[in-house]
């Protein structure tokens, strides 16, 4: 846990199912896998939350960059902690996004996002690869 102004507080919980970090400066840089889909649908990408050792939600940014061939939007939603995450905190639910990526065009695209939160280090960029059928 990293200390900040008297308040201790956790990572961030940043969600997927495989994760490749490349550093790059101050902004560590996250890829994926391709995601194929079809044109109209939507896809859950991540859910992104935070708390503190009083189980308080943590407030985390979410930034998403224009995508050529569809949309990544951010839905403000709110998460339960489980016990895998925090013993302390399990069961608790704390406030946090869930992004999610909106098919409007045939073809390949890059859905991408910043994230940043003041007990991040740096800001981390989130991209992923879209096919579109």
Not at 63 to 86: W, Y
Request: contains cysteine; charged residues 30%.
């Amino acid at each position: 846990m990293k200390k900040l102004s008297g308040v201790m507080a956790t990572a961030v919980i940043l969600t997927f199912t495989t994760q490749t970090y490349v550093a790059d400066a101050a902004t560590k840089v996250v890829k994926h896998g391709t995601i194929t889909m079809k044109q109209g649908n939507r896809t859950g990408l991540q859910e992104i939350y935070s708390w503190d050792e009083r189980c308080r939600s943590v407030r985390v940014r979410v930034k998403p960059r224009k995508s050529t061939r569809g949309k990544v939007l951010v839905v403000r939603d709110r998460f339960v902690i489980s016990k895998k995450q925090s013993r302390q905190c399990a069961g608790k639910t704390v406030s946090g996004y869930r992004v999610v990526f909106k098919a409007l065009k045939k073809g390949e695209t890059t859905a991408e996002y910043s994230i940043r939160s003041k007990i991040l280090p740096q800001t981390y960029v989130v991209r992923r690869k879209m096919q579109i059928n």
